[in-house]
Structure formats: structure tokens, C-alpha cells
């Protein structure tokens, strides 16, 4: 019966009725938008909030699981999946679930049916109509491709947008845009299934009412009336980080007519600090910028500029990356002999990391020092005072650390102007300032490091900016209050009670794309547009500007902010077009307007539109430091960290169900936000894996899952935001634990002494990958650069790869193409933006939360994270693991019906319409690779994912292996376009999705049989080495092994514990 | 009890009980045989075990509907253990169903005698159990009713089978099994078969026996070609005993998996098979001739045969595993290494420990004479060899997939309740056939029984 959702699973009949309402075209029933925004309907089953406390419960009296790995032995008991289900939205618990009396009779006539005619599918009526006026350019079967962008939190993305009959189906990052360079990330990746959400709002609604634009601007007519009257006394906006330089233009002119009205911006994960940072420094509002292509010594203090969340990440993931090669002298190839001792024309960087919360920016340091979040000035001001800065010192908290910050600093002396200092986005002001300042000392400014103008349209305040608006709102003083994007009633802090102060105010209009919990609390709710559906513009990290243009006209007729602010000005009904073709027209003055629209439209940026930098000197002198010093948390109370989710983000992804169930980076968790906390403190709190504890801050409290995290500072914990939404749409209603319900105004990043309290109860962490340790094996290899410079095979020697020739049968000779991946895992920074594109790119569906427990997750390629040393402060490496495609693929041979074959050009291929599901490969399988299709996965009816999907990717059913396939349709693509120039396919034309996200160009395609091809030489490279290839498997898949680059300061035993 | 007495008498006598006790003439053994199908009263109790194995095919049918609805997603299998019940299970059937056909063909060929009055139902357990083992790779197919492109038949897709995959091995194996077995049970029934055609009363069984016994005259010609036919399908059956485990073990062993990829899994799993298959026997036997009082037919002979043959097995499958553990500690691969320590101190470890004890440690007792001739203690064993020897297939399957080559990959099985209600399903199948075949066919073959008038008459004549 339900068995066609994976995801989300509503019951039936809220099934049927979805279906009829996307088959009447964009008509729900009054019912259904209750369900979806009305706060008096809250009561409504589905969209009520989980009650962890009973459910728990139901676990109390079973055994506490000693560590997580005995999870799937909890599965077996009934306690657990009544756990699982109850813990999860409605309907995902219909998997198996007993029968039901109305369950029994279909199952009694499928009994009946049985196998035979399983086959038997009704057909969907679909009339083929030929287009009258083909579009111009349009191939049917051949994707176009459309540059636009995508904001967050303030900074544009530039995307290439691939549409496949006018159906936006693919996001990739522009590769003409300097910050992209084709490189793109999990949100922007993920962003498509947003578009084609079912869960979205499809009408405007007024107090629980259809309503059309019309209607709305009829209805608020009135009331803009009046407050003209007033000169928009009684007028309030709040917006996200605005980025449009449209958008800005546009409030500017609302607050020009109408002069009482204010602004302000409301991001949960705002860059306040890095504002007052910046404004501390220099007195001004700056924005900075790096270029670690340039920067030899790299130290972070908790700045994750690895991970998606930062703006810029792709850019400085490249550079980062591009520094990570030990081998980047083109003259020195190629790397086949033996001894290869040639020195790279750039050596390779160094990085040390400071970081209170593990993440994948850490686990690349070549030092990485976890410390408390409030000991990150400490260090700072360390690190500053010995490089010149007048920071008042202090002492490290251990000799270790001492001699790591020691050699920090001495890398940083011998490198003036090419080291970088680069400060976090959570941390204080003054620890902006003080990187400002070691920049500056150590010459960095304007080499490695760059001042230009704020990137966000109006920087200010954001936090302040909120207080003040809820204190006018409780006064009464707004009478009308438009918010758009932003979702304050979850994300504000919990301080301000802004649900209470938004319900003082009389009008409360509500413009987004979903019907989250700030508009349940609104009276007019305006249906926002995705921006793959509007007109607007918005500046990326370096201030070029992008034109977002749409790629398909808006499926439920919802309005752009901007059109959303012309209501306000002379023009209501101007649409989104003219208003921001309308505002270049003015802005752009001397070139032909016409061309130039034609051209930064089609390019995804304006020419020359990237900010000069500025000349800057950072005005404060002295940052001796404050009088008193934090002292250590002890007893029951630590320290709380806040950190944006790194797949869910500040909350708005969460019923993105790719971006839940991708596994985060460090933890491998999916669908859930665990609290971090140190093995030390885990063992002084008397914690296990999967405890729920209570955490009380500042008369509030929340309830959390510990999960134990090596190489988390002691003393410390850290909580992901963006969980426990009650309005989030199926796949986030509900799931995990709301951090914002204890975040106050005062302390946003950290707090300094919260208590946790043990429930005594359990809840249930799942994860992708059990282990986390090699146990032994060489699975990832790795040296010391000066390791790799005495021998550079070290990788090829801890396992003997058997000679292909050492075989009765003649050898297959690959006359043509033969296809081959290398990826250097020393390049990788384990961002996931390849895991995202994969699973767009190949129609690869979600399973939900309990069918990962079961180990039933699809993706075709995963990102394995493994870590060694000690708990405290272990290395941790990742190794993106896709299909090996083995010379010798032991799947094929076992397969019985010879549905898994090998291709001539060295593919192993997979069809799946031979596929009979013995499963039999995957157990062959050393590298456990394929996914199986348990239940029918994919959801087969949704109407918006038939529109969602590749077209050139069979969708898969129940009961068929799949796996990654090289992209084998853009091999194909490849080939129609080399076939019809009478060439062979040229290198680096065909790249597979993965390695056309992966922002740190870790993942080379190619044919092997090019010599001249990218990937033969990352294949010649001495650190090529393919992973268990003692098997005799032969993969096409080949790793190049870590090397790192730790400070030869350092003694041995010191470099183990801390490289 | 008079032939209790005559039992010991014997036994004193010649060291060892006699295949019938004496007293029986033609007469007597026909009829007491044909009584059980034809006139005897059928007992309360076969009603009682009848429903009950009955109400589990009904489980077994609702497991299969709901699997067949849904999906094999239903049990616990997942990625790493692609593999659960439906291997462990089938390999377990096919195991058991070995005993029959090594009673009634090869101690046909080494003229063991005594097998005459257990060889009818112990074909009739490996029927039923190859058919109970034959479900489980049918259902354990993500598309089931894609089941015939296993076979190499012409088609439009001129597509064959891999002949390279051990499954399409085991294709052929199991059904040549079925196949052999079918027709060496039913030519062996058709001389009983004409034997009740002429002693039933009933109008309607009288037909039915008739149609069923093909025109059995019981002239010497019919004997004549009987006895060939007989012989000759006993020496096809034959190597079977050895080939279709071998062939089934091949599944595992041909894989590259530690824990499977190993040379001796044909032999041992072949002892394996007749080990639990001769439990399997005890199980059956042991009630069959305490209800039916057929105790003069199935003596203690049969029950200490079948006891040494267990004995003899169960020290051979003792033997594999102490060499598993050998290659592991003696060979080069840490792969192979970490999964005996994985078997022995991992999650799984009880299991490993339960079988060990079920079939290495518990099976010693059958040493001891007074344990074989103790009905109630070879039951009892019975039982916990069954229970080891299905306890050694979780151990192949799960221990040895849930934890390979890459730990990112390792994972847990866990069977479902579906994984459950499939297996009690087939084990009341296979009870629900054995009922049916106790109640309208001679369970034990009379002619046969016959030839041991004859012959045990001289045994006490010598003496």
C-alpha cells in the first residue's frame, strides 16, 4: 500500500489526496492547506510534534545499549521499533507495520494475484503532443544548460542549471564563475529537490482561506493606505541576509515612501561577529577574502572555510586543495620510477587547525588542537602576541598545545605574506580582530588576504536589529509586519519570544516557499518562488554580481520577493523581469543595456563586477585582553557550542530528505542532530552513546542524544541547529532535537555553563558506517611528506597487487575507451557535494531514518570517514568510496543471470531489467558498493519527482541491484557529440557527476587509454594505489594516498598524537 | 511386554538387536502396515499435529503473500548481509533432506538391509525437505516471478543463464535432486501402492491406489523390471548424495568473501548434510514407532545405525571446523584471520559457541552405548544437532558477511518476524507433508519388510 513512498510516507488516503490535488493542477482542498499552514490546525495529527518523552519511555526498561554498534540488536526488539516509528512522521512507520484489517485484504488479493502479475502495471493515460512552436535551441533528449545562482544566508552561489525539456533536473556549479569553477556543494546541490517539494505551500492563503495575488493586494490595499497616512510608522520588514542588489534597491525605495517603516535582517546563522570583527578592526564593515592558492601556512582559529556552510567554501576548498598536492611540478612527470625526487615547484601548505568542533576543516589540519570554544581567543591572542600584535599572551593549556601554537607561530615568521590567519564565523568579535591584525603583522594583506566591501546588500546588526523589532512589536507599535524567507518563529532566540511579540501585531504577512512555523503564525501567507523560478540578482563572496534567472515558470504561481515588494511601491503588478532587468537598466550607464543583459544572463555573472580590494589598516592597536579569564567547567555544567547542522544547515534544508540523509561529515549520522560531546567528559558526565540528556540554559531546556566524538575538546559540547521543526513538511516535521528552544539572544554561539541531566532514556543515532577504524588494514595510506619524499611508493608497498598476467585466460585487451576514475584523497576535503550529485544526477532515492537502521541506505557513492590515534585527538581521514568497475569484477561472475556484465570499455554495467534480486553480487562485492532495492524505494506516483528526474537514468524498482555506473549517460552524451565531429571523445569532456560537484577537483574520469589524459597521470603518480587490490580485483578506481605535511618541530611522539 | 523380552534375549544374544523382531510372517507385516492407512483408527493425536502444521502452511502462505506484496525488504536482509534466513534455511532443508537419500540408495548398493523399513519415510522427509529448501531461493528473489531465467531455455532475449555463477549450479542440482528423489520414492511405492489397491474397502481408495499403482500385477516380470529400474535409480541417486551439497557449498565457496572462499567446504558440508539428515531421521523414527507401535519394525538397530552415522559425520563436520580455524591462524590472510576472531569474540560469538557446543560437544555422548539406545536421548540429541547444524549455516551466512573487507561497510543482521514466520512456515510444511504421507501411504515399505521375514527368521534360526 504505502510501500511507493520512501521519504516522507503519508498514509494513504493524504496520499491520494496530494495526487488529486497536483493532477487538478494547483488546486488543494481547503483541508489540505489547513494541514499545511493554519495554526489552529496544529492538532492535526501528521503535523503534530513527536512526543520524544513517551517514546523514550517505551526504551527505558530495555537494555541500555553499551555503545551504539548493538543498535540493530535493539532493532530486533519491539521496544525499539515502536521507537523508530513513533519517532518518525507518519506514515514512514507503515513500512512493517503489522497488517491492518484493510492492509489484510489487499494483501489477501495480492495473494491471490501473487507473482504473476506483479507485472501487470497500470499504465498512466499520456497523450504525446507535438510541440506547434519548438522552443529555439530545444533538442528533445538533450539538456540545455542555464546559468543563475543561489543566495544563502547572504552570499550567491553560481550555479549551471541543466534542463531537460524545461524541467530544471540538475544543479552544478558555473564553471566560468571564478568562486565556482564548476565546483558546487550539498545545498545547492540538494536545493532541486526543494523546488519539486510536495510539501510546499501551492496558494495563498488568508486566515486559513484560498487566496489569490489579486486578492492579496487587494486586501492589504488598505492597510499600506494607512500607513502611508502614518508614513509607515506601523510597517516592519523582515528579511533574510539580503544579497539582491535589487532586492535592497527595492526596500530602500519602500522605506523611502513610507519613512517610519523599518528594516531588518534576520539570518539564525548570521555573521554578526565576523561584522563586529570587522567593524572593531578598521571601524568599517568589511568583508574578507583569502587566497590559499598563494598561502604556505594556513592557521584557522574554529574557522570551518572547508565545510559547505562558509561562504566561499568552493573557491577556498580548490585553492585549499590545489596546495594539498605534493607533486604539482608538471616537469617532475611522470612519477613512474622508482626514484622520483623531484621537489614540487610549490611545496605543499600547512595547516593548523584550532577548533572546538570537530569538522571536516579539522580533519585535514596537518595539526589539529581541539580547545574549547571560549579558549579560542586564548589562543588567538597567544599566537597574535608572538607574531607582533599586541594581544597580552597567556599560556596554552597544555605543554602539547604549547608547542603546537610554538611551531604555529614559527611557520607563520618564516612565511610573511604568504601565510593566512583565518578566524571563524561563531567566534567573537575580538577574535576577528585579532586575525585582522596577525594578517596585517605578518604582511599578509593583499597577498593572501583581501578587504573589499560588504557582499550583503545592508550590513548590520542582525541580533540587535531582532530586539529591537520585538520589543516595537510587543509595545504595539507595528501594525504590519512582512517577513519573508526568514522563519523567526523557530529560529529566533528563545528569549525574545518572538511567537508571543508577532501576535501583538494586527497584519502579519508571511512570504516563503513553505508553510513553515512563521507562517502558521500569520495571517496572510504569499506562496514564495524557488529560486530555479524567479527573476533576481545576488553577489557571490567576491561581489560579482549574478543574474538568477528562472528555469521553469513557477509550478504553483507563487510570487518572488520582489514582487512581493512592488505591492508596497507605485507598481504593484510589475513583475519580477521588469523589476530587476528595470534596476540594471539603471544602474548600468555607456554600454548598449541590451547586450550586456544578453550576456551577464547567459555568463551567470556581470562582467568585471567583482569588488576592488580596498586598502584597509586596522586601526585598533591594543587588544590586551579583558580582565577576567573563563575558568574551566566543572561538575555538571560545561560549555555549549551552537553550530549550523552541516546537511541541514540553520533548519531550512530540513525537508530536504537527500541533504537529511546524507551522513554529516564527522559522525556519519543521518536524519538526526547528536550532541557532541569528548569520550573525557562523556566518561566524568557518566554518558553512553545514544543517552538522552536534558540541557538546561537560562530557565529553558531541551532534550538531546549524546553521541560520543572523538576529538571534541573536553568540557564542551557542541548541538547542531536546525532540528526539531514542527512545521518542516514530511521529511523534517519532527525529527531530532531543537537546539533554538534553549539559544538566547546574549550567548547565539556558545554558552558558557550549561547543565546536562541524564533522562536515563535512549534514543536511537543511526549511522552509515558502523566502523569507523581501519582495524589494521591499508585502506587509506598515508605518509609524512618527508615519508613520501625518501620514498615516494610507499603507498604500493604495504599490500602486493597480484600481475595481471598471472592468469590462465588471454588477458582482455581494451582497444577503444576504457574508462578509469583516480581520486586523491588527500584533495578530498569530505565535503559531500559529490554524494548530493550523484544522487541527483542518477535518480538514487531516500530511504528514510529506520531503513538506514536496517543498512539499507542507496547511495551510490558514499564517503567513508575514518579515523586513528588516540580518542582525543585522532587523525581522521575520508575516502569517497563509488564502484571500483574491477577488471575483474567479482559480481559478475556470481550473478546468475547475467545482469551484471563488463562493458569493453572496461564498465561494469548493470541492468537492471535482467536483474532478478539474488543479491548474490553485493555479497560478492569486497567493497560493498551496490544497493539493493529491499521495497520499492523510489516514489513512483509523486507527480513533482517525475518532473524532478534525469531522464537518462532508469528510475529502479523494488527488488533490482543498482550501483554507480561512471555516469554512464554522459558517456554517452560524450560520445554523440565526439561521434558526430568524427573524434574520439577528448579528455575531461565526459565528467561524471561526482567529479563535476566535487569543489576540491579530488575526482578525475578519464580513458585510461589516453596517455596524455588527466587521470593517467594521477594514475602514473606514485601515490596511486588501488584499495584492496591484493584481491586481485583490478579497480578502474584508483586512490592517491594522504600525505600530510606536519611542522618538523614537532617530535614524533607529538606528531602522532596531534598529525 | 513379550517382544520386549525377546529384544534383550537377542540382544544378549548377538551383541546388537535384529532389523525385525522375530514372530512376523507375510501376514502379519502386511497387515500391520497397510492397517495404519486403510482400517487402524487414525489416532487423536495426528488430527492435533495435522492442524497445527496445517495453521503454520497458513503462516507460511500469509509470509508469502506479504512478501510477494512487499518485498523481500520485509526481512532483515540488508547491504552488507544481502543473505539471511532464505540461504541459512535452504542450505539447512537441502541438508537434511540428504539422510533420505543416502539411506535408500547407497545402503541399497552396499546391501544394507536394514534400511528396508526406514527407507520409505526417509525419502519422504528428503520430498518434502528439498521442497521446503526449494521455496527459499525462489521467494529470497528481489523479482521472484522472474524465476525461469535461471533456466537455459531459447528466448527472444537469446539470453542464457551465467553458467559461470554457482547459483545456476545450484538450479540444476536441486532439481535433478527433486526430480530423482520424486521418481526413486514413488517407484519404490508402486508394488505397497498395488498392495493397498487390493486390500482397501473403501470405493474411492480403491480407485485411487489403483490408478496410483500404475497396474502392478506382481508378476515376476513386473519384479523383474522393478528391481532394474530400482537399482539403476539408486545409482543415480548416488553421487547425487555427494554432488548436490557439494554444489550448494559452492555458492560459498566459489565467492571471495573470508569465511566462504574456502577449499573444504564440499566435503564438509556433504557430512554435514547426512549428519543433520540422520537427526532428522531419529526425530521422525523415534515417535513414528512409538505411535504406531511399529517398534518390531524399527528396532534399535536402526536407531543405533543411525546414531554411529551421526556420530561418524558429526566428526568429520568437527574436523572442518578445527581446520577453519587452522587456515585462519596458519595462513597469510588478515582478512580471513579478523573473521575467525570475529566468529569467536564478535557480536555473533554465541551463535559460534552454540554451534560448537550443539555439534561438536553434545554429539560425543553418542559414544556411549547406553545414550544410542536410549530412544528419549537420541531425540534429545536429535533435536540439538538439527539446532547446531542450523546454527552453522547463520554462522556461514551472517558472520561471515556482516563484517568483510571494508569496516565502513560492516553491519548487522537482524531476522525479522517475517524472517520467522517464513521458516516456522516451512518447518509446518515439511510436518503437514509427513502427516499426510504417515495417513495415505505405507510408511514403511511392506514388500521389502517382507524380504526381512525371510531373513531375520534365519538370523534366529543360527542361533
Known sequence: MESQVNREGPSQPERREQERVSAEAVCPTKKELLYQISGTASGKKQLTRYDFEAALAALDSGDAPEYWRSLEELAGTKEFQEQLHREFPKGASEWLDPVSRRGFLKLMGASVALAGLTGCIRQPLEPIVPYVRQPENQVLGK??????????????????????????????????????????????????????????????????????????????????????????????????TVASPTLAAQIRGVLQRFPGAKWYQWDPVNRDNVRAGAQMAFGQF?????????????????????????????????????????????????????????????????????????????????????????????????????????????????????????????????????????????????????????????????????????????????MAGLKELVSDMWVGKVDMIVITGANPVYDAPVDLNFVGALQKVPLRIYHGTHGNETAANCSWVVNGTHYLEEWSDVRSIDGSVSIVQPLIAPLYGGKSAHELLNAFGAQPELSGYETVRGYWQSQIKGVDFESWWQKSVHDGFVANSAYAPLNLRVKMTSFAPPAQTAAGNTGGSVELIFRPDPCVYDGRFANNAWLQELHKPMTKVVWDNPLMVSPNTAARLDLEQQDVVEIRNAGQKVEAAVWIQPGHPDDSVTMFLGYGRQRAGRAGTGMGFNAYQIRQSTE???????????????????????????????????????????????????????????????????????????????????????????????????????????????????????????????????????????????????????????GTEGLNEMIYNRCVGTRYCSNNCPYKVRRFNFLLFQDWNMPQYKMMRNPDVTVRSRGVMEKCTYCIQRIQHGRMDAEKKDQLIPDGSVQTACQQACPSDAIVFGNINDKNSRVVKLKENPRNYGLLADLNTRPRTTYLAVVTNPSPDLPEAEKSEHA | MPERSITEQMQEAHGRPPVLLPGHTYATVTDKISAVVLSRRTPLGWYIGFLMSAGLVGVLTLAIAYLMYRGVGIWG????????????????????????????????LVKQSWRNSINRFAEAMTLFAVMCAGMFPLLHMGRPWLFYWMFPYPNTMSMWPNFRSPLVWDVFAVSTYFTISLLFWYL???????????????????????????????????????????????GLATPLVLSVHTVVSFDFAVAMLPGWHTTIFPPYFVAGAIFSGFAMVLILAIPIRKIYALDDMITMRHLDNAAKVMLATGLIVAYGYIMEVFFAWYGPNQYEKYMMWNRMNGPYAPVYWGLILCNVLIPQLLWLRRIRYSPKWLFVISLDVLLGMWLERVVIVVTSLHRDFLPSAWGMYIPTRWDWATFLGTLGFFAAGMFLFMRLVPAIPIFEMRELVHKSSEEVAVK
Open chain 1, 143 to 240: 539538456p540545455m544548460f542555464y546559468a543563475t545562482a543561489m543566495t544563502l544566508s547572504g552570499y550567491g552561489r553560481p550555479l549551471l542549471v541543466r534542463s531537460n525539456e524545461g524541467r530544471p533536473s540538475k544543479i552544478e556549479g558555473n564553471p566560468e564563475h571564478p568562486v565556482s569553477m564548476g565546483g558546487s556543494d550539498i545545498f545547492s546541490q540538494a536545493s532541486v529537490l526543494d523546488l519539486y517539494d510536495p510539501d510546499r505551500l501551492q496558494t495563498m492563503i488568508y486566515e486559513g482561506e484560498i487566496r489569490t495575488w489579486p486578492s492579496f493586494l487587494g486586501g492589504v490595499r488598505g492597510q499600506i493606505a494607512a500607513q502611508q497616512a502614518v508614513q509607515g510608522a506601523g510597517l516592519r520588514i523582515l528579511t533574510e
Open chain 1, 286 to 462: 568589511v568583508h574578507t577574502q583569502y587566497r590559499l592558492t598563494d598561502a604556505d601556512v594556513i592557521v584557522s582559529l574554529d574557522a570551518n572555510f572547508l565545510s559547505p556552510e562558509f561562504p566561499g567554501f568552493t573557491k577556498y576548498a580548490r585553492e585549499f586543495s590545489s596546495r594539498r598536492r605534493p607533486e604539482t611540478n608538471p616537469a617532475a612527470r611522470p612519477f613512474t620510477t622508482a626514484n622520483y625526487t623531484a621537489l614540487p615547484d610549490r611545496p605543499i601548505n600547512r595547516f593548523y587547525s584550532i577548533e572546538s568542533t570537530p569538522t571536516n576543516t579539522g580533519a585535514k589540519a596537518d595539526h589539529h588542537i581541539p580547545v574549547r570554544f571560549s579558549d579560542v581567543e586564548k589562543y588567538a591572542r597567544i599566537l597574535a602576541s608572538a607574531v607582533g600584535v599586541n594581544a597580552g599572551g597567556g599560556n596554552a593549556n597544555s605543554d602539547l598545545d604549547g608547542k603546537v601554537l610554538a611551531a604555529a607561530v614559527k611557520d607563520l615568521q618564516a612565511h610573511r605574506g604568504t601565510s593566512v590567519v583565518i578566524a571563524g564565523e561563531q567566534q567573537p568579535p575580538i577574535v576577528h580582530a585579532l586575525a585582522h591584525a596577525m594578517n596585517e603583522a605578518l604582511g599578509n594583506v593583499g597577498k593572501t588576504v583581501f578587504y573589499t566591501e560588504p557582499v550583503e546588500a545592508n550590513p548590520t546588526d542582525q
Open chain 2, 188 to 234: 519404490g511405492l508402486i508394488p505397497d501402492l498395488a498392495c493397498l489397491r487390493d486390500r482397501a474397502v473403501n470405493k474411492w481408495a480403491k480407485r485411487i491406489y489403483a490408478g496410483l499403482s500404475f497396474g502392478w500385477r506382481n508378476s515376476a516380470r513386473h519384479w523383474k523390471r522393478y528391481e532394474s529400474a530400482y537399482l539403476l535409480l539408486a
Open chain 1, 748 to 902: 547565539l554561539n556558545s554558552v558558557h555553563g550549561v547543565k546536562l541531566n541524564k533522562t536515563g532514556r535512549t534514543y536511537p543515532l543511526i549511522t552509515t558506517q558502523g566502523f569507523q577504524s581501519m582495524v589494521g588494514r591499508h585502506l587509506v595510506r598515508e605518509a609524512t611528506l618527508e615519508g613520501f619524499r625518501k620514498d615516494p611508493l610507499f603507498a604500493t608497498r604495504v599490500e602486493k597487487e597480484p600481475d595481471p598476467a598471472e592468469t590462465l585466460y588471454p588477458v582482455y585487451e581494451y582497444t577503444g575507451y576504457a574508462w578509469g576514475m583516480a581520486i586523491d584523497q588527500n584533495a578530498c576535503v569530505g565535503c559531500n557535494a559529490c554524494v548530493i550529485a550523484c544522487q541527483s544526477e542518477n535518480n538514487v532515492p531516500v530511504v528514510g531514518k529506520m531503513e538506514v537502521a536496517r543498512g539499507r541506505h542507496m547511495h551510490w557513492l558514499r564517503v567513508d570517514t575514518y579515523y586513528k590515534g588516540g580518542l582525543a585527538n585522532p587523525q581522521v581521514y575520508f575516502q569517497p568510496v563509488p564502484c571500483m568497475h574491477c577488471e575483474t569484477a567479482p559480481c559478475e561472475l556470481v550473478c546468475p543471470v547475467a545482469a551484471t556484465v563488463h
Open chain 2, 77 to 108: 536482509i540488508n547491504v552488507p548481509v544481502a543473505w539471511g534466513f532464505a540461504i541459512i534455511n535452504f542450505v539447512w532443508w537441502v541438508g537434511i533432506g540428504h539422510a533420505g537419500t543416502f539411506i535408500s540408495a547407497i545402503l541399497l
